[in-house]
């Protein structure tokens, strides 16, 4: 026995009890307190392996030390640590950033917030001129991207002027759209119909959805550029955008009987700090039958990919102005 253990407080029958228990077994000392110690006769196995009594009294188990260490909340482990018994571990890469844990329960990410809703990817409007950078570079946000003497900007000004910088009650910052990369949840939205119609160059970048788990991302109820759009950062607030419209196939052109603005609704977006990389590009949409200079546009934008870095990447010649089809 380790020195300094005690009698139980039920009396010297409780002592005699225990002292016919096997050694090793766990044995609950001043169990009126809050507080259960415990007293072996040799050093615990590890905690992986202690079980849980089926009854009787409220047992310690080694993970509640750690918990009452962070109670009050000044030193809880960051958000991608995980306790596992009484040690930390860092969580796997494909659980993403920003995923918190504690006690093997796990807040969902953006990306797995978004399955129920039918979304596994998201989409960015691009020129073909575009491409070589993109595969190299990733996707800049547009206060980076235009330092690029190459980029093909197929942006609307007035659309672009009214995306300034303002202050976010809801987000309590100054939010400046031009610092991050926006992906939309739709793929035919009228920013595509309309660069789509004029120019047969203009390519739908298909992106995995878990980009949307990076640090700091925030999602819009409706394009940025519009006065009585909403920012959030909180996953669950999925729900308050008009997921009817935004899955919606068909036209999202003007306004429908309800009043509602079908094109700022379809037009709701995932807003990235800084850039996204390359790494999460899945395909690369180009219009059907498209040309260039005789060239068809597909076997331009093949013959990009094959000479970049992701090779692996797809080239589906689906687009049309209306969306992927």
């Not at 392996?49 to 482990?77: K, M, N, V, Y």
């Not at 996707?139 to 995306?163: E, G, K, Y």
């Not at 939010?175 to 660069?195: G, I, Q, R, Y």
């Amino acid at each position: 026995m380790l020195s300094g253990a005690r009698p139980g407080p039920e009396g010297p029958r409780a002592s005699q009890a225990s002292a016919g228990q096997v050694a090793g077994t766990w044995r609950p000392l001043a169990a009126e307190r809050k507080v259960v110690r415990w007293t072996v006769d040799r050093p615990p196995p590890k905690p992986a392996t202690i079980p849980f009594p089926s009854g009787g009294r409220r047992w310690q188990h080694p993970l509640c030390t750690e918990l009452r260490r962070h109670a009050d909340c000044s030193s809880l482990p960051p958000s991608n640590l995980v306790l596992r018994g009484n040690r930390r571990a860092a969580l796997p890469p494909s659980q993403g950033p920003g995923v918190k844990s504690l006690l093997g329960r796990r807040t969902m990410s953006l990306s797995e917030q978004l399955r129920p809703y039918g979304i596994a990817s998201l989409w960015n409007v691009s020129h073909l001129d575009n491409l070589p950078s993109l595969l190299e570079r990733g996707l800049l946000c547009w206060n980076d991207a235009n330092q690029l003497a190459s980029r093909v900007d197929i942006a609307d000004r007035h659309v672009q002027n009214r995306r300034r910088p303002r202050f976010d009650a809801r987000l309590n910052k100054i939010f400046e759209p031009h610092a991050h990369v926006p992906l939309f949840f739709a793929d035919n939205t009228p920013m595509l119909f309309v660069t789509a119609s004029a120019d047969r160059r203009v390519i739908l970048l298909e992106i995995h959805s878990e980009a949307a788990d990076a640090p700091n991302v925030c999602f819009s109820d409706g394009n940025v550029a519009a006065a009585d759009h909403c920012l959030y950062s909180d996953p669950a607030d999925l729900a308050h955008l008009d997921w009817q419209i935004i899955n919606s196939r068909r036209p999202a052109w003007g306004t429908d009987h309800d009043g509602i603005d079908w094109k700022c609704k379809r037009s709701a977006e995932v807003l990235i700090p800084g850039c996204c990389p390359a790494t999460f590009i899945r395909t690369v949409h180009v219009q059907r039958f498209a040309k260039f200079d005789g060239i068809p546009v597909l076997e331009m934008a093949r013959s990009f990919v094959a000479s970049s870095q992701r090779p692996d990447i797809g080239v589906s010649e689906d687009l049309l102005p209306q969306g992927v089809w």
